[in-house]
T-cell receptor, first 112, second 115 residues
Framework: QKEVEQNSGPLSVPEGAIASLNCTYS??????FFWYRQYSGKSPELIMF????GDKEDGRFTAQLNKASQYVSLLIRDSQPSDSATYLC????????????FGKGTHLIIQP | EAGVTQFPSHSVIEKGQTVTLRCDPI?????LYWYRRVMGKEIKFLLH????????ESGMPNNRFLAERTGGTYSTLKVQPAELEDSGVYFC?????????????FGPGTRLTVL
């Protein structure tokens, strides 16, 4: 059974620091990985996706993928209070018909 | 560009009743997905449409759930009869891509409470 594991938190980070969110996955056939941000009562909002080993940067966000270790991470630089949310990690097998496999999410709190 | 919309935002029904949820995907998105989040659990995939065709309904819990996408535009998810364990937030997502990385964009969800 495909699983995505995340530490539920809460993860508390001071404003301006780097927040590091981690995720592991069980299915070696997973091809692409997604990070969603979800504010309470709102829809999951896609932040980034990654499918190649290494780092991918977009503004203050960096996604990292290590397929050998089955590990995905999201770094948020210069953390802002508005970054406080639940961050969901999801994997996709790459097949045409599969949906995303989600972790339970990590609750991030940025302390002013 | 309008995002994915869902109706209703909340629904409270009694066990044994029927409820129909609606999802309107982003215009031009052929891929439509339904997901559900039960309290305390992760978001789980239910099924996937490409246009009006069901591609994968392996996540549907049982035959009390019926999804349709007539005409390949909006989709409905009917629960009949509803049971207590059907309570949760039902999300719809849509994607344009046919190949490669399929970025999925989520709607706000419908919170279903079965009493």
């Amino acid at each position: 059974q495909k699983e995505v594991e995340q530490n539920s938190g809460p993860l508390s980070v001071p404003e301006g620091a780097i927040a590091s969110l981690n995720c592991t996955y069980s299915d070696r056939g997973s091809q692409s990985f997604f990070w969603y941000r979800q504010y309470s009562g709102k829809s999951p909002e896609l932040i980034m996706f990654i499918y190649s080993n290494g780092d991918k940067e977009d503004g203050r966000f960096t996604a990292q993928l290590n397929k050998a270790s089955q590990y995905v991470s999201l770094l948020i630089r210069d953390s802002q209070p508005s970054d406080s949310a639940t961050y969901l990690c999801a994997s996709h097998s790459g097949g045409g018909a599969d949906g995303l496999t989600f972790g339970k999410g990590t609750h991030l709190i940025i302390q002013p | 560009e309008a995002g994915v919309t869902q109706f209703p935002s909340h629904s409270v029904i009694e066990k044994g009743q029927t409820v129909t949820l609606r999802c309107d995907p982003i215009s031009g998105h052929d891929n439509l997905y339904w997901y559900r989040r039960v309290m305390g659990k992760e978001i789980k995939f239910l099924l996937h449409f490409v246009k009006e065709s069901k591609q994968d309904e392996s996540g549907m819990p049982n035959n009390r759930f019926l999804a349709e996408r007539t005409g390949g535009t909006y989709s409905t998810l009917k629960v009949q009869p509803a049971e207590l364990e059907d309570s949760g937030v039902y999300f719809c997502a849509s994607s344009q891509a046919w190949t490669g990385v399929k970025e999925q964009f989520f709607g706000p969800g419908t919170r279903l409470t079965v009493l």
